[in-house]
């Protein structure tokens, strides 16, 4: 199924065991998601001082 009812991560195996550690946390993850949800519906996001990731850094996130 594409929707679960629930979702639940603990990253502490993937860092015991590869070294792993998240570069993002809840609330900037939260806000991606919304930026691209918004502009999906042709609303603009933020401002890009207040966008989670700049456009400049991860260049595959823009859309043509």
Do not use: H, Q
Request: proline residues 11%; glycine residues 6%.
């Amino acid at each position: 199924p594409t929707e679960v009812p629930v979702l639940l991560a603990d990253s502490s195996e993937a860092k015991r065991r590869l070294g792993w550690m998240a570069r993002i946390g809840f609330g900037e993850l939260v806000r991606i998601m919304v930026d691209a949800e918004l502009e999906t519906f042709g609303l603009r996001a933020p401002p890009s001082e207040r966008r989670a990731l700049p456009n400049e850094l991860f260049p595959w996130l823009l859309r043509p």
